[in-house]
């Protein structure tokens, strides 16, 4: 099993739902975060005064999904959640070694 | 459809609620089947090993008899002694276990007497649960000197058995946003549930037990009536889940419909909020009046709000009372005065005075059509600030769909969606309370907001179509439609409809950009200026936005959310103010609009004045302009509904607009807002919206001719503003301590042609001649200027050149200076 995570932008979190949806992954844990990397912030002047914008919105999406699927997963979520710009994300991806579904105590992939 | 229960002691009511549907059967049965097996183990197991010193007692819904299906069994084990109870601790377990295999969910507490007659603060539901107490089995005598203790505790101790009471409801009713209207209820624990019954039981015993006992009270027959809807549905909810399971959920209402053949789940919805409401408020009547009999300070204060009365109403413990109601049936004007009240002073209606105006609200919606100048009276009541009150009062009296029946097929209306948690109509209340109760940075743009009255209406019907026949264009369609016609119907103004039909129409905008356009994209930031147009519009659609995703459910507006729209708000709002100097009307634009007079006129204006003004106001400005050929200059005064407004039409020169400012100031005059522009022949258009402190121009109109003269006169350079103001005192400059520190920034990058100088300053009379005189003064030409004030904050945005060109840098700093000292802020 793998676990994805993804920071995107926040305009993109409807199509990337759609694309996971569309080729069967459902389950997934939203996040609202703030952040940046290469694009860094900026600053916006209101009214004479200056607002720091140096953490920039972002959403986070994590969900775990079984290791035959993670290419495909991760191809159609690149795919979903790319603008060209900067600022566009960041996809990282980790081994999982156990999941249980609490309700019924399924084990492994079965949980999912 | 339910089936039959898989057996077992607990769930005996489950078959007889299915063959009867009468839950109240349903729970007596129950409880006598759970008193027989309790008694058959106590028999057996307990009262063997202590056959006296020990009763077992029934408690709380046990012990009232109303035990639904899947409820838990709350005994009593009462103990002579600490000492006997720590004894038979293996004899209490093995009880309790039989309990336990014969499918009872026990929840017991083991006490002495005493304990029971003891106020446990930390622990209030034990003392509450006592008031429902009931004798099983065991020790007679034991029970009966705790049967003799108990009215006597009550007695002694009512105060804080009501005040600990309370807090536990209002933590309760906290919990659930202090609402009935949830889309998926709990029939228990939501405001207006069974709890809530139970609690107007529960102060009606405190409050009439008298010494020697406690007694159950009785109800109003509405409230019983309510009782037994709810608790069907509860019987209902635990057969279908099989547990203790309470939650309305949206499967249990599509569950409950087909089973009772009970329609469309939404109009036996309406029929559960109906019963919801009647508890709710008698729940709410009685809590009010339970505190307030208990809280000396809130007696003081309370006999203080009884001055705020008139000669039509009265104040009587916090709530507003009618003197004469019979007047109601001549004078529906009454109507809105009582809502007025409520509106300035927050004080709630009595359940007399809403029972009076439902009574008559059959022949008073015939009346609301015949009230003249209905628009300005509910603008005077929502501009108030209690108006979110005085709305939801008209809400629960039925008078508001009274006055818009368009409004009537919101109410209690379910709409199914994940995210929100309120009813359309509750949803629609929370959002005029969420507007009135704004933060953070939104905060100063409600207080911009010089007529709150015109976003009310537009959040009273932005949901509106919602329910309505669904047609192309979805709700936001219908609510227009809807809105539209009650806007003519009350006479509302066109160009506060113009204003209330844009927000109703583009509710959803700054939501769908926030959620599926990159707001960091100059593109997005343009094509919202486009659509929105001018700053006012774009602040109050911002506060919309705001108010109506904050009543989605508390946690919607989450601090990410709130950040993410105050960007778009900053961004656009940049891109509109820039765009006032950037982008100006071609000679095209009048030519292919097909007025082709216009174009000498409008050439150069920015793009701004279009969108801002009507034909006939262009028209006016036209024939200003006209006149100021064979003067030099003309001016037009006008009262405005809370303002005065100065048009100027001149030829520029150095010097003019701060002439005028400095005329305004020289007669007394506040100036909170105003425009400067020039055309492509160097002709200038100023507007001045100004305040009347001394109401000089009201009092003596002779005043208003020798002002227009006068601003004409200076403005053509036949009179000296200097000479005007030397005869005025001296207006103190801001102490270095103001309230609000001044800023000033030049910026030479916002403009391909000018420099933009900002400054945000405490407001003061004459601070607007101060600085174009400085600008001025400083060999500066004032090419755009937009002013603005919020509160005592002056927020004044200008567009200067020095010789044709952007300011140099010995220039700016000069300028820099003198406009710092000016704001008393220093060099």
């Known amino acids: ?112 | 459809m339910l089936t039959s229960s898989p057996g077992g002691n607990g769930t005996v009511s489950h078959d007889t609620f299915l063959a009867t549907g009468d839950a109240l059967i349903a729970l007596a049965e129950r409880t006598l089947a759970v008193d027989a097996v309790v008694s058959r183990a106590a028999a057996e197991i307990l009262l063997p090993a202590v056959p006296s010193g020990a009763a077992v007692l029934a408690v709380g819904g046990y012990g009232r008899r109303q035990l639904f299906p899947y409820s838990d069994i709350d005994l009593l084990l009462l103990f002579q002694s600490e000492r006997l109870a720590v004894e038979q601790k293996e004899t209490v377990a093995a009880f309790l276990q039989r309990l336990w295999d014969a499918g009872l969910r026990i929840s017991q507490s083991v006490r002495t007497p005493g304990e029971c007659a003891e106020l446990h603060e930390h622990n209030a539901e034990l003392n509450v649960s006592l008031l429902d107490q009931r004798f099983l089995t065991g020790d007679r005598a034991l029970y009966a000197a705790l049967a003799e203790k108990l009215p006597r505790f009550v007695q002694a101790n009512r105060e804080s058995l009501v005040r600990n009471l309370a807090r536990l409801a209002r933590e309760r009713h906290a919990k659930y946003g202090n609402t009935l209207y949830h889309l998926e209820p709990n029939v228990k624990e939501t405001p207006g549930g069974l709890r809530d019954y139970q609690l107007v039981c529960w102060l009606s015993q405190l409050r009439e037990a008298p010494a020697g006992r406690i007694e159950a009270a009785d109800t109003a027959p509405e409230l019983a009536q309510a009782f037994r809807h709810l608790a069907r549905l509860r019987c209902f909810l635990h057969c279908l889940a099989g547990r203790d399971s309470n939650l309305l959920s949206f499967e249990a209402q599509d569950a409950i419909a087909e089973q009772w053949d009970a329609g469309d789940t939404a109009r036996w919805m309406r029929e559960y909020y109906r019963h919801a409401r009647a508890i709710y408020r008698g729940a709410v009547r009685d809590l009010d009046r339970a505190e307030a009999a208990s809280s000396s300070l809130l007696v003081q204060f309370r006999d203080w709000r009884s001055r705020l009365g008139n000669a039509d109403i009265s104040v009587h413990r916090e709530r507003a009372h009618l003197r004469a109601p019979q007047r109601l049936e001549m004078e529906p004007e009454l109507v809105l005065l009582l809502f007025e009240f409520t509106a300035r002073h927050g004080v709630r209606l009595s359940l007399e005075a809403e029972q009076q105006v439902a009574a008559r609200l059959p022949r008073l919606r015939g009346q609301f059509g015949e009230i003249g100048g209905l628009w300005r009276a509910l603008e005077a009541i929502w501009s108030l600030p209690y108006a979110p009150l005085a709305v939801r009062s008209m809400h629960e009296t039925g008078v508001l769909t009274g006055l818009f029946p368009e409004l009537a097929h919101m109410e209690c209306l379910v709409v199914r969606d994940f995210y929100h948690r309120y009813t359309v109509d509750e949803h629609t209340l929370v959002a005029i309370q969420n507007l009135w109760e704004i933060g953070g940075p939104f905060r100063d743009l409600r207080s911009e907001v010089t007529r709150p009255a015109l976003l009310l209406f537009a959040l009273l019907f932005h949901d509106s179509g919602k329910g309505a026949s669904s047609g192309p264009g979805g709700h936001v369609a219908g609510s227009v439609k809807l809105a539209q016609a009650a806007a003519e119907r009350i006479r509302m103004p066109a160009q506060d409809r113009e204003i209330v039909l844009f927000l109703i129409r583009k509710h959803l905008e700054l939501s769908a950009v926030m959620q599926s356009r990159d707001v960091f994209d100059p593109q997005t930031v343009d094509e919202l200026a486009r659509q929105l147009e001018t700053v006012e519009r774009l602040k109050l659609l911002t506060l919309v936005t705001y108010a109506d995703i904050s009543a989605v459910n508390p946690a919607a507006m989450s601090p990410w959310r709130a950040e993410q729209l105050w960007q778009v708000y900053m961004m656009v709002y940049n891109a509109l103010t820039r765009e006032l100097e950037t982008d100006r009307i071609p000679a095209r634009a009048p030519l292919e609009a097909g007025r082709p007079e216009q174009v000498g006129f409008l050439e150069g204006f920015p793009t701004r004045y279009l969108r801002t003004h009507t034909e006939s106001e262009i028209a006016g400005h036209m024939a200003l302009e006209a006149q100021s050929r064979a003067r030099g200059a003309a001016v037009e005064i006008r009262r405005l509904e809370a303002a005065w407004q100065m048009t100027l039409v001149a030829r520029d020169r150095p010097g003019l607009f701060a002439g005028a400012a400095g005329t305004l100031a020289g007669f007394g005059m506040n100036i909170v807002k105003a425009e400067a522009f020039a055309n492509r022949r160097g002709v200038v258009l100023d507007t001045f919206m100004f305040e009347d402190p001394m109401r000089t121009l009201d009092l003596n109109p002779t005043e208003l001719e020798r002002l227009r003269t006068l601003a004409e006169r200076v403005i053509a350079g036949r009179s000296d503003v200097r000479e005007l103001l030397r005869h005025r005192p001296r207006p103190a400059l801001p102490s270095r301590k103001a309230r609000i520190p001044a800023r000033v920034s030049f910026n030479s990058a916002a403009s391909g042609t000018a420099t933009l100088i900002e400054i945000v300053t405490e407001d003061r009379p004459g601070l607007l001649y101060d600085l174009a005189s400085a600008i001025s003064a400083n060999g500066a030409n004032i090419e755009v200027v937009l002013i603005d004030t919020e509160a005592h904050k002056a927020i004044d945005v200008f567009y200067v050149t020095a010789e044709g060109k952007k300011l140099d840098e010995p220039r700016r700093q000069r300028l820099d200076e003198a406009l710092r000292k000016v704001c008393g802020a220093g060099g």
């Open chain 1, 1 to 112: 099993m793998k676990k994805i995570e993804a920071i995107i932008q926040p305009f993109k979190l409807d199509e990337v739902k759609e694309a996971l949806k569309g080729i069967g992954i459902d389950g997934m844990t939203i996040t609202e975060v703030r952040g940046h990397g290469r694009q860094k912030g900026h600053k916006e002047i209101y009214r004479g005064q200056e607002y720091n914008v140096d953490l920039l919105p972002k959403v986070k999406i994590e969900m775990v999904i079984p290791s035959g699927r993670y290419e495909e997963v991760l191809k159609t979520l690149a795919a979903a959640a790319r603008s060209g710009k900067i600022g566009d994300g960041k996809i990282f991806v980790y081994d999982v070694a156990e999941a249980v579904r609490i309700r019924n105590d399924d084990r492994g992939e079965a949980a999912l």
